[in-house]
C-alpha cells in the first residue's frame, strides 16, 4: 500500500510561493518538487524540515505486463 505524500503550495500576497512536504523522508523531497520547481522559476530559499534527515525509505515498483 502507497503511502500518504502531500506538497502544500502556498501563494503569498507578494506573489512568493513557498512548497512544503510531508511524508517523503530524505532528500526525495527534492525530486517530488522537481517539477513545480522547473516551471515556477528560481529557487530563492530553501528550508529543510526534519524529516529530510531521515534516511530515504526505499521504493519498490512492480510492473505487470500481460494478462497472466
Not at 503511502?3 to 532528500?27: A, H, L, S, W, Y
Amino acid at each position: 500500500m502507497a503511502k500518504k505524500r502531500d506538497m502544500i503550495v502556498t501563494i503569498g500576497p507578494d506573489g512568493n510561493v513557498q512548497i512544503t512536504v510531508e511524508g517523503v523522508p530524505g532528500k526525495g523531497c527534492l525530486e517530488f518538487t522537481k517539477f513545480l520547481e522547473e516551471e515556477l522559476g528560481e529557487v530563492v530559499n530553501r528550508t529543510h524540515t526534519s524529516e529530510y534527515f531521515l534516511d530515504e525509505e526505499e521504493v519498490e515498483t512492480e510492473v505487470k505486463v500481460g494478462g497472466s
